[in-house]
């Protein structure tokens, strides 16, 4: 009988055996049935004592799946809660002084106060308005401070010199006080005690004439679409110094232009118009609100707005509101676009008003700027090439390389021989004696 034959016999033998073979306690397979009596018995014992180690094993898989399962839940409302809370001393942001700076744009919340203790100031230490005259440290410590002072002398006339200085003194320390809660004012364990936004975080991005230009551009644009709300050429009011015509001859070409092509300039003098007040507002730093409001312009900066319904006569034929408008002097007086000490931020006491650029002027630096590269680089046409025969150049060209790899070859040799003469060193002879 061969080998193989004999492997399956045994095989087909312990098969047998266990088919017959009567289960045990031990095995895999179903287990006896128990006597009714022990059955309760056992029920009655697992339900009053604590469970066996064979049943807390059996259930250790769903224990862990369901502890498992709320920790993962427990970290992602965590994560979630945390995602939504952003972090409040972040006093280089300019985005988040901005935010808190708006918060006092609304007239029914705030009344402009004296420089010291005006909006930007406190938005500068992390103060938010949250409700009339009441300043609030949101997201930090949570201090809360309302802001009141004496009314202006101006309002009492009728009183005489004495009074109305005594009343300037007091108005004038109450300013005071209201300086140092800008930063007392704040709890102990608050971080805005100790460090406050630089006097650079309310300039504007003007220094680079490219991103000036491109943010230029955008805001022409977006205005371009509500063209028939401006006031006329006639309302509008420019200051002196300044030439709309002369910085517009000097855009780019290609400034009205957008990547999407979704606007095209028009060619006629009614549009022309348009596009030269549609510039006006642009280029002294108003833009659309950012809510799309219809006929209202806003500073980004300062947060002013322009009801621009106000400049434009009514359909009845009366007059408007306001016959004038002054793009310029619209903004808040601390706004960087008109404000030099506020777009410097370098501007101390001793330094004159007059002396420091402000953002639309800076704008205006950019503009001739990028006019002066682009013309200098169109100044010099390059140089045409003399016609000459190809054979000819072609010879010229082959005789002067070879003349001057042959110099190159020349000068290495000369290197190498000086090397080698450096690097040898002449012994001294031996004598024929000596090497017998």
């Not at 800076?362 to 003399?386: D, F, S, W, Y």
Request: aromatic share 8%; charged share 30%.
């Amino acid at each position: 009988m061969s080998y193989a034959l004999e492997t399956k016999k045994r095989k087909f033998t312990r098969v047998l055996e266990s088919l017959s073979k009567p289960l045990t306690p031990g095995d895999g397979g179903a287990k006896p049935a128990k006597d009714p009596l022990m059955a309760a018995r056992e029920r009655l014992a697992d339900a009053t004592h604590a469970p066996s180690i064979k049943r807390i094993r059996a259930g250790d898989g769903i224990v862990d799946n369901l502890t498992t399962k709320t920790t993962v839940s427990r970290i992602l409302r965590t994560t979630s809660s945390s995602a939504s809370l952003r972090p409040n001393f972040v006093p280089w942001d300019r985005d988040r002084f901005l935010e808190r700076l708006e918060t006092f744009r609304p007239v029914t919340r705030w009344i402009s106060q004296p420089a010291r203790i005006n909006e930007v100031e406190w938005a500068k230490r992390g103060w938010s308005c949250t409700d009339y005259m009441r300043v609030a440290c949101v997201g930090g410590c949570g201090a809360s401070i309302v802001v009141k002072l004496p009314d202006e002398v101006d309002d009492f006339e009728d009183l005489d010199s004495e009074k109305v200085q005594e009343r300037k003194d007091v108005r004038q320390k109450v300013v005071e006080e209201y300086r140092k809660l800008l930063t007392d004012g704040h709890k102990d364990t608050c971080l805005w005690r100790t460090k406050s936004c630089d006097a650079t975080i309310h300039r504007l991005p003007l220094t680079n004439p490219d991103t000036a230009i491109n943010g230029l551009r955008e805001r022409y644009l977006k205005i371009s679409k509500m063209r028939d709300q401006l006031p006329s050429i006639e309302t509008i009011e420019l200051p002196e110094q300044v030439s709309i015509e002369e910085i517009i001859s000097l855009l780019p070409p290609d400034f009205p232009e957008t990547s999407k092509g979704d606007y095209t300039q028009q060619t006629n003098s009614s549009e022309k118009e348009i596009n030269y007040r549609s510039f006006v507002f642009a280029f002294f730093g108003w833009d659309v609100v950012k809510d799309g409001s219809s006929g209202l312009l806003e500073c980004r900066a300062c947060f002013r707005r322009l009801g621009l319904w106000l400049y434009k006569p009514k359909e009845e034929g009366k007059e408007p509101v306001y016959d004038k408008l002054p793009v310029h002097t619209e903004h808040m007086d601390y706004c960087p676009w008109i404000n030099g000490t506020a777009q410097s931020a370098t501007g101390t006491a001793a330094d004159r008003p007059e002396g420091l650029l402000s953002g639309w002027q800076i704008l205006a630096q950019g503009i001739r700027t990028k006019h002066r590269r682009r013309v200098k680089a169109t100044a010099l046409p390059p140089r045409e090439a003399t016609p000459v025969d190809s054979d000819t150049l072609s010879l010229e060209s082959t005789a002067t390389d070879e003349a001057t790899q042959r110099a190159k070859d020349k000068e290495w040799w000369s290197k190498l021989r000086r090397v080698r003469e450096a690097l040898h060193v002449k012994g001294p002879k031996k004598s024929i004696s000596g090497e017998k």
